[in-house]
């Protein structure tokens, strides 16, 4: 019989703490408010989820044998942080211009992609929390399902602060302070990522 606190343990851990996600649903949610910033949250869940059964269908066992694949992902996905920081510089005002839109569900699952906290999440979660007791569909529906109940409210968490900084970041300067600290948060992250 096995128990599912150590996952949901793990799962609410890697899914609250900072991350690329998370940073970049800050971001959204200041930008564009909550309600615009769901389909990003839930590509994001969905991409994890995908991720979890490319594992447990063996895909774990392919960046064993061929490490540069991870690696290479890595360098895609810092590329693609600071890319979006540098974007992040260049936006000007607090407002909902037809130009500018939130990051979309498909490109949230396919960054989940080139993430590699989520791969660490997604390879971990199925190396040490996959129950044995069970058959393997079985096990990774188990994983999948606890994963959305765990990570979706984490990071709604970041996507309502900064919604709930709108009314602040009205002020160009202090939009610009955020934006700076955004997109420095971003390539940070993807520097991270590569070290």
Known sequence: MFDPIPYATYSFVMSIT???????????????????????????????????????????????????????????????????????????ELRESRAARPISFMQAVAFQF??????????TAVALFMPTDMNAVTACTYLILMMFAVNLPCIAVWAAFGSSLRGFLTRPSRRLAFN???????????????T
């Open 114 to 123: 080139v993430n590699p906290k989520a791969w660490v999440m997604s390879l």
């Open 18 to 92: 900072p991350g690329p996600n998370n940073v970049m649903l800050t971001a959204s949610g200041a930008a564009f408010g909550f309600r615009r910033t769901v389909p990003h949250m839930l590509g994001i869940s969905v991409g994890c989820a995908v991720q979890i059964i490319a594992v447990c269908a063996g895909l774990g066992a392919l960046f064993h044998r061929w490490p540069v694949l991870h690696t290479v992902l890595q360098w895609v996905g810092a590329g693609y942080l600071i890319y979006l920081g540098w974007t992040l510089l260049g936006s000007g």
């Open 180 to 194: 700076v600290v955004m997109a420095v948060a971003l390539a940070a992250t993807g520097v991270i990522m590569v």
